[in-house]
């Protein structure tokens, strides 16, 4: 996925590219009256409306690519009549990747090369340790079968 806001997800039986750059997000914010964290905000307390989820779907479809009267049909025929509350998931990593990018982007500086051992004081010095390690006090017993 690219840096854009770019997501795939399933709907309406199919993947779909969902998209809130900021013309969709623009028209996202206008239409529930509330930002980006406000509306994750939403979904997540549980306190979001209906329009919350149908804008996010819809503008999401356009950003990826749809044409408006193509996303309207499919928000239409595989959104408006079903229980709401299952694309809820679906409408948070929407706005997620618009706010933070894809899941599957990585974020900042590349890692560098990983460390194959654990640097040991020891091994950094040439004096011995000042303790003694302490002596094992576990015991271990066996079951008798008597």
Do not use: H
């Amino acid at each position: 996925m690219s840096r854009g806001a770019e997501i795939e997800l399933m709907f309406g039986g199919e993947d779909r590219v969902f998209a809130l750059t900021i013309g969709p997000l623009r028209k996202l914010q206008e239409k529930v009256d509330c930002g980006p964290m406000e509306l994750l905000s939403r979904f997540a307390a549980g306190t979001w409306r209906v329009d919350d989820l149908r804008e996010t779907l819809f503008q999401g479809l356009q950003g990826g690519g749809m044409s408006a009267l193509d996303a309207g049909r499919l928000v239409k025929s595989d959104f408006d009549d079903l229980p709401y509350q299952q694309f809820v998931p679906t409408c948070q990593l929407i706005v997620t990747a618009c706010v933070l990018g894809a899941p599957d982007e990585s974020l900042g500086e590349t890692q560098g090369e990983a460390q194959t051992t654990s640097p040991s004081p020891e091994e950094k010095s040439g004096s011995p340790g000042s303790t003694e390690p302490a002596p094992s006090s576990v015991t271990f017993r066996t079951k008798s079968t008597d």
